[in-house]
């Protein structure tokens, strides 16, 4: 009965987006004002229908109903509750279920709250999103149907993949979803500015909440992604340069970008055309990175369902949105006037090179990232890894840091070198102390070492723009910068210090055996074997001493899941400030000695502190902004009021 | 503008263009284990750098001198790698000659993983990139092949070699031998 449900509220939901998208083109052609004021009530309910729909996914699986198709294939019921509902978005159907209730939901929220642009470009806007939400329907209804019934239902469910059993990643691949969606809205807006001819500065203004909630949640969910890869997979590696990590890189270097040059848009009415390009590049690297997971047509660490038939449903998707999109633009390219000029030296040239810079590093992921399939069409192939991407990207990146330096502390429009002279020149002493300083201390390799350089300087000029200013009364939005840049800085010193002062040991140890590893000795106290709800574990117990201190014992786990079978590795980690212990425990050796895998990782926990930073920094921009809105919005009321209140008085 | 308008034409050309690709490729078979098609096929040429100090690099000329072998591929990162290592040893005592691609690895995690597991290698070469892995039509670790002394792949195994598989293995290289001596 609730799987009926759920279809029946997701078929209803489905005709109110068809609804939505004839009232709202319907209107803005036929100038109708009945049809008008259909729209934005069929984006409401249709997101009420949709969270209904989602709601009986969720309640499926936490009865664990077999006969469920979907829930039979993905999950047991031995599993414990909260895994059972995160396996309501571990597969495939689920999280595309999810995707379109976030949609419903954006779209239910923008039709809600959002007046401040004209009736009309909301209109055409609603659409935009109505159209954009149909093709999804049609993708989940006619092709992953996630309430499919199987009779006769089976006794027991397959399981939920093991890896995808932890914490962290129960709540990664929906804060990935909420990013890539909120582009979606970002795209619905650049194609209603686009189709009414308004790309003004309030567009911007209306379009950049989203943005930052999307790239906030995207930061989010990379980082979290990172740091289970970190843990879960047990190499000690914290980023793979794996197709589908980077498809939720790509989006969030466009969304980067579209941030900054919104921010132009909205303060400088300059970097018009730019804007809305990147508005749509952004939403069409989510849906490209989603095509490359979801049709299996790259090899990928990550194994999910392939499928061609849906593979070819997501590319025709992809045609039709990015390619309408793009030649919209390009037809309406000549009517977006050009903006406001601005010199090379200001803070809009700053943020041009950030731009460049960050489109660049997009276009190399990319490449990389299709190469492969590139190749594959004509019989070769190969596969691109780090020795690609990481020189190649550094090479954007790091010429593009010490601008972000610089940026924030050059004025609007036009500056002058002079102003600035003092600061810079700090910044570069700075820079050349750190590198002469490492170099000469330790002696590391040359990108490790740019990158302690410049991660230098980028903490100490993201927080140069507090100089001077009343920390009191300082907007949100600008700590927001501040404290998102210092992120960057943070970031980019535990990626350094990780890949420069790291140390391991791989060694066979037996029971009460001492092994060193770096300032750590590790005692190997005892393996036994454990067992779970759903596997089970050979389980080691070794004390780990930083430099003869006080002993934390820990426990390496080897474990094997029974349902599906799969062996994954759960390692032990020592955290302090200024690095990690990570221990892993292998197999036993013929001659009875276990196998250790240590690491000694100095500061690699900042890369994810940074990650939270950036995503923080975000989050109190995002307030800033909408607490703003709000003040705008509620002395306007009161404006109003006053007006009318007059009016009655004088008559 | 009428330069930003070809540039924006472009930029759609090259849009579409991918979306070819990416439609080409969705209706190519898409089977991860292709390994039959590299059975009875020569050697790519290739010739890796050494992975560790104390063993020559790998080239496919060293592969064609005459002698059948066994082509490991296992990186040190790789869990089955280290559960095949015994029966590795196994083959190596049997009579087997066997050389080793270490996929995407450091020098000094190859050298700890042979130190823990055992060397049975003659050789072992470096692929950086996975470009010889693949090339072989291998696209996991650990699989083992078979050489015959013309440098021609007569035997694919996909993943670690259980002792079961010992028998099976030394069979196929016994019989690249025997072919080749009677060619």
């Known amino acids: 009965m609730i799987a009926e449900l759920g279809l029946v509220a997701l078929w209803l939901a489905a005709a109110l987006a068809g609804l939505q998208f004839l009232a709202g083109f319907g209107a803005l052609w036929t100038k109708m004002q009945g049809l008008a004021d259909l729209a934005r009530p069929a984006a409401l309910v249709q997101a009420l229908l949709c969270a209904l729909a989602f709601v009986c996914l969720l309640l499926v699986f936490a009865r664990t109903d077999l006969s469920v198709a979907l829930v039979a294939a993905n999950s047991h019921s031995a599993k414990p509750l909260i895994f059972k509902l995160a396996g309501a978005w571990g597969n495939h159907e689920g999280s595309m279920l999810l995707w379109v209730t976030v949609m419903a939901l954006a779209g239910g929220l923008i039709a809600a709250v959002e007046r401040r642009l004209l009736e009309r470009t909301m209109l055409a806007t609603l659409g935009a999103q109505a159209f954009v939400g149909l093709g999804f329907y049609a993708f989940l209804l006619f092709s992953s149907n996630p309430f499919e019934r199987l009779s006769p239902a089976p006794l027991e469910g397959n399981g939920l993949n093991p890896l995808l059993q932890d914490m962290g990643l129960a709540f990664h691949p929906p804060t990935l979803y909420f990013g890539y969606v909120g582009l979606s809205v970002a795209f619905s807006f650049v194609v209603g500015a686009l189709l009414t001819r308004q790309v003004t500065p309030e567009f911007a203004r209306v379009m950049r909440p989203w943005i930052l909630g999307a790239w906030v949640f995207l930061t989010l969910g990379i980082t979290a992604g990172s740091y289970w890869a970190y843990y879960e997979l047990g190499w000690g590696g914290w980023w793979f340069w794996d197709p589908v990590e980077n498809a939720s890189l790509m989006p969030w270097l466009a969304a980067t970008a579209l941030l900054h040059s919104a921010s132009v848009l909205a303060a400088r009415d300059a970097l018009r055309a730019w804007t809305v390009l990147l508005g749509v590049i952004a939403f069409s690297m989510s849906m490209i990175g989603t095509f490359l997971v979801r049709s299996g047509i790259l090899t990928s660490v990550h194994a999910f369902a392939v499928d061609p038939e849906r593979g070819s449903f997501i590319l025709a998707l992809l045609t039709l949105y990015i390619g309408g999109a793009l030649v919209l633009f390009v037809v309406r390219a000549g009517t977006v006037a050009e903006g406001e000029r601005f010199s090379v030296m200001s803070r809009e040239g700053a943020l041009v090179v950030n731009n460049v810079a960050l489109s660049a590093i997009l276009c190399v992921v990319l490449l990389g990232t299709l190469y492969p399939l590139l190749t594959e069409a004509f019989g070769v192939r190969v596969s691109v890894g780090p020795p690609y991407f990481n020189p190649v990207s550094a090479m954007f990146f790091l010429p593009m840091l010490p601008i972000l330096a610089v940026g924030p502390l050059l004025r609007w429009r036009r500056d002058s070198f002079a102003r600035v002279r003092a600061s810079v020149i700090a910044l570069v002493l700075l820079a050349l102390t750190v590198l002469l300083g490492v170099w000469l201390w330790a002696g590391v390799a040359i990108l490790p070492l740019l990158g302690m350089a410049v991660a230098a300087m980028v903490a100490v000029g993201s927080v140069l723009p507090l100089r001077g200013r009343s920390l009191r009364k300082l907007p949100l939005a600008v700590w927001g910068m501040v404290v998102a840049h210092l992120g960057v800085a943070v970031a980019l010193f535990g990626m350094a210090a990780d890949s420069a002062f790291q140390q391991e040991r791989l060694i066979a140890a037996n029971v009460g055996d001492v092994v060193e590893v770096g300032p750590w000795a590790a005692t190997l106290e005892g393996v036994v074997p454990v067992a779970g709800p759903n596997w089970q574990a050979i389980e080691a117990s070794l004390t780990l001493r930083y430099q003869g201190g006080d002993g934390t014992l820990t426990h390496p786990q080897a474990r094997a899941f029974w349902q599906p079978p799969q062996e994954t590795s759960e390692v032990a980690l020592v955290t302090r400030w200024n690095g990690q212990l990570y221990a892993a425990l292998g197999n036993q050796t013929e001659d009875g000695r276990w196998q250790l895998r240590l690491w000694w990782k100095p500061f690699v926990t900042w890369i994810w502190y940074g990650g939270m930073m950036i995503a923080l920094g975000g989050l109190l921009a995002l307030l800033g902004r909408l607490s703003v ?7 306007a009321g009161k404006i109003a009021r006053r007006k009318a209140d007059e009016q009655v008085l004088a008559a | 503008m009428r330069r930003l308008r070809i540039f924006l034409w472009a930029l759609v050309a090259v849009v579409g263009g991918l979306f070819a690709l990416f439609a080409y490729q969705l209706g190519q078979p898409k089977d991860e284990f292709v390994e039959s098609a590299m059975i009875g096929e020569p050697l790519p040429a290739f010739d890796l750098r050494p992975a560790v100090g104390d063993r020559p690099g790998l080239a496919n000329t060293d592969l064609a001198d005459g002698r059948a072998r066994l082509v490991n591929i296992f990186a040190s990162w790789c869990i089955p790698c280290r559960v095949e290592a015994p029966q590795l040893e196994a083959l190596r005592q049997s009579g087997a000659e066997i050389v080793g691609i270490a996929i995407r690895d450091r020098p000094e995690d190859v050298a700890g993983f042979l130190q823990i597991y055992g060397n049975p290698f003659t050789a072992i070469g470096a692929d950086d990139i996975s470009a010889v892995q693949l090339s072989l039509g291998s696209s ?44």
């Open chain 1, 629 to 635: 809105d709000v003040r705008r919005r509620l002395a």
């Open chain 2, 140 to 183: 996991g670790v650990p699989e083992t092949f078979v050489i015959d002394g013309r440098g021609v792949i007569r035997y694919q195994h996909i993943g670690d070699i259980r002792p079961e598989h010992v028998q099976t293995i030394l069979y196929e290289l016994r019989e690249a031998e025997l072919t080749e001596r009677g060619a």
